[in-house]
């Protein structure tokens, strides 16, 4: 079963958070979450496995921050294709039949010249190293998340389609000024969906940032201008320190009753992003069965 072609004609549900999960497995504050695809698979197995019994379509691999860039401060340079290979086989492992796994990508970390010191062939060995590993692991699709910088978004993008043929999300991060949605970096939504569009990438998405209140208005923009499928992920709220804890307040009957009008402004894809589990999920499932 065609991912693209499923999307054409249903509404279909990514996963939620990650963080607090695999903190409640092990993972130590500042740690290194990709080091636990080979020192702690069984959890990272427990997390997919779950969200796919929630009701999850489809699950990322647990290497938001699998680049050579970003596993370089732990010392695990090294260990890119390894650390991104273990992580698609494992999500794979638990992949019911007709359900997909895409491989995660983050944001680098680095800002290309003359911003930054990174040379786009050095970004782009980069990218290549990291998607390797998971085309190795056997991913259906890739997905360039929380990115700021539009820049490292198209090469990355680029860079998927020239060595693969699977589908490729590309997803920026939103916040709400008075002038309207831009990202850190003064991209615009009408801008971001074009850039992504003449990469090549097959979807459009946006994830944190932003509680499900706010981001309804972001999704109608992103419909609006958008030639391509449209995915959201919403925070559940906007976090909040509580007894030394961060805490998000949405609740998943209260993501649902928003989930609705997300769902009614076209979108192709929802899921969770931060503060979001698998009872959220189980509300999204519900509602997208309601709606298709």
Same mark, same amino acid.
């Given at each position: 079963?065609?991912?693209?072609?499923?999307? %054409?004609?249903?509404?279909?549900? #990514?996963?939620?958070?990650? #963080?607090?999960?695999? *903190?409640? &497995?092990?993972?130590?504050? #500042?740690?290194?979450?990709?080091?636990?695809?080979?020192?702690?698979?069984?959890?990272?197995?427990?997390?997919?496995?779950?969200?796919?019994?929630?009701?999850?379509?489809?699950?990322?691999?647990?290497?938001?921050?699998?680049?050579?860039?970003?596993? %370089? %401060?732990?010392?695990?340079?090294?260990?890119?294709?390894?650390?991104? &290979?273990?992580?698609?086989?494992?999500?794979?492992?638990?992949?019911?039949?007709?359900?997909?796994?895409?491989?995660?990508?983050?944001?680098?970390?680095?800002?290309?010249?003359?911003?930054?010191?990174?040379?786009?062939?050095?970004?782009?060995?980069?990218?290549? &190293?990291?998607?390797?590993?998971?085309?190795?692991?056997?991913?259906?699709?890739?997905?360039?998340?929380?990115?700021?910088?539009?820049?490292?978004?198209?090469?990355?993008?680029?860079?998927?389609?020239?060595?693969? @043929?699977?589908?490729?999300?590309?997803?920026?991060?939103?916040? %709400?000024?008075?002038?309207?949605?831009?990202?850190?970096?003064?991209?615009?939504?009408?801008?971001?969906?074009?850039?992504?569009?003449n990469a090549g990438g097959d979807v459009v998405a946006t994830n944190c940032g932003n509680g499900s209140t706010i981001i309804v208005e972001l999704a109608k923009e992103l419909v609006e201008n958008s030639k391509l499928p449209v995915m959201? *992920?919403?925070?559940?709220?906007?976090?909040?320190?509580?007894?030394?804890?961060?805490?998000?307040?949405?609740?998943?009957?209260?993501?649902?009753?928003?989930? *609705?009008?997300?769902?009614?402004?076209?979108?192709?894809?929802?899921?969770?992003?931060?503060?979001? @589990?698998?009872?959220?999920?189980?509300?999204? &499932?519900?509602?997208?069965?309601?709606? @298709?």
């Amino acid at each position: 079963m065609n991912f693209l072609d499923l999307i %054409k004609e249903n509404v279909l549900l #990514g996963d939620g958070a990650t #963080g607090t999960f695999l *903190q409640s &497995r092990g993972l130590e504050p #500042g740690g290194c979450p990709e080091l636990m695809n080979v020192e702690k698979e069984e959890a990272v197995l427990e997390m997919a496995d779950n969200y796919f019994k929630a009701g999850s379509d489809f699950v990322l691999t647990n290497t938001f921050g699998g680049s050579p860039f970003m596993l %370089k %401060k732990y010392g695990y340079e090294k260990n890119v294709e390894e650390f991104n &290979r273990k992580a698609a086989e494992i999500a794979k492992s638990v992949c019911p039949e007709n359900k997909f796994v895409f491989g995660s990508i983050g944001p680098t970390g680095e800002f290309l010249e003359p911003l930054g010191n990174v040379t786009e062939k050095e970004m782009e060995n980069g990218f290549e &190293r990291q998607l390797n590993g998971l085309i190795e692991g056997g991913v259906d699709g890739i997905i360039f998340e929380t990115q700021m910088a539009i820049e490292e978004l198209v090469l990355g993008i680029k860079t998927a389609k020239r060595i693969s @043929n699977l589908p490729v999300i590309g997803g920026m991060v939103f916040d %709400k000024g008075p002038r309207g949605f831009f990202t850190m970096m003064g991209i615009s939504p009408l801008k971001a969906a074009d850039e992504i569009y003449n990469a090549g990438g097959d979807v459009v998405a946006t994830n944190c940032g932003n509680g499900s209140t706010i981001i309804v208005e972001l999704a109608k923009e992103l419909v609006e201008n958008s030639k391509l499928p449209v995915m959201v *992920q919403s925070n559940a709220g906007i976090p909040k320190i509580k007894n030394k804890k961060v805490i998000y307040d949405e609740t998943p009957q209260f993501m649902k009753k928003n989930y *609705q009008a997300l769902i009614d402004t076209g979108v192709s894809i929802i899921g969770g992003c931060c503060g979001t @589990n698998f009872d959220h999920i189980k509300e999204f &499932r519900s509602l997208i069965n309601e709606n @298709n």
